[in-house]
């Protein structure tokens, strides 16, 4: 592999909604320097996350109608079974919640887990809490979206954290969506619950580390049961 091609390879697209933060954070930068010297290096610092929090890779994703791909990058925060939030009109009857954490140095596009139509899409306010806290489920400012799929409904919430302010959705009720399709952006640092019917079957375990996009999180009518993990 050429040089250039190294390059290429490792300079990853900006995602669209970064551009006017990336803009204020570099003018910042040129305003403070011209104030202070010191002031100037920690804007470029800061100009260069901002950067690196909006980077928009490309994902390859299994295509496979019985896998459940990761909505998002960041780590496994919770496999459990839970009644899901009222809003999604999921019923009361527990399912599958397999959470994901973002951290402000995690990729933040959003991407759909599965292939399947829009159903409704809710918003609720609320707090902003500890993203990784269990109660940020219920507390938090969040947004659903619901898709109907060929095992049933499927629910994925946007969560907002400590610092995210934002959650941006980016499909709209009545939609068909494919597994690994970008639906949404939360700012700056957050979370992504997936709820799912009992007949799936998780394949991670708390603490494993997602790429969203490309992870299998879990898997329809499988006979196998959950994974078992070591930690080395």
């Known amino acids: 592999m050429s040089l250039i091609d190294s390059v290429r390879k490792t300079m990853v697209p900006i995602h669209k909604e970064g551009y006017i933060f990336i803009a204020l954070f570099a003018g910042a930068t040129l305003l403070l320097g011209a104030l202070w010297e010191p002031l100037f290096w920690i804007g470029v610092v800061l100009t260069l996350w901002c950067i ?3 980077r928009d890779p490309e994902r390859v994703t299994p295509i496979d109608e019985r896998l459940v791909i990761a909505p ?6 919770a496999v ?6 009222a809003e999604l009109e999921l019923g009361t009857e527990e399912m599958l919640r ?3 954490f973002m951290n402000v140095f995690s990729v933040h596009v959003n991407r759909s887990p599965v292939t399947g139509r829009v159903a409704r899409i809710e918003y609720r306010p609320g707090e902003f809490l500890n993203a990784d806290l269990d109660k940020a489920s219920r507390e938090n400012e969040r947004n659903g979206i619901v898709l109907e799929t060929a095992h049933g409904e499927i629910a994925m919430v946007q969560i907002a954290g400590l610092v995210a302010r934002r959650i941006l959705c980016f499909t709209q009720p009545t ?3 494919n597994a ?11 979370r992504v619950d997936l709820y799912l019917p009992k ?12 790429v969203g ?5 879990a898997e329809f009518n499988s006979d196998r049961g959950a994974p078992v993990v070591r930690v080395a």
């Open 98 to 100: 397999i959470s994901v």
């Open 175 to 177: 939609r068909t969506v």
């Open 213 to 217: 996009g490309e992870t299998v999180l």
């Open 199 to 210: 007949t799936a079957t998780a394949r991670v375990a708390v603490g494993q580390t997602s």
């Open 180 to 190: 690994g399709e970008r639906v949404g952006l939360i700012r700056f640092g957050s």
């Open 52 to 54: 690196y929090f909006f």
């Open 72 to 77: 998002a990058d960041g780590d496994i925060s």
């Open 80 to 85: 459990d079974f839970v009644i899901p939030p």
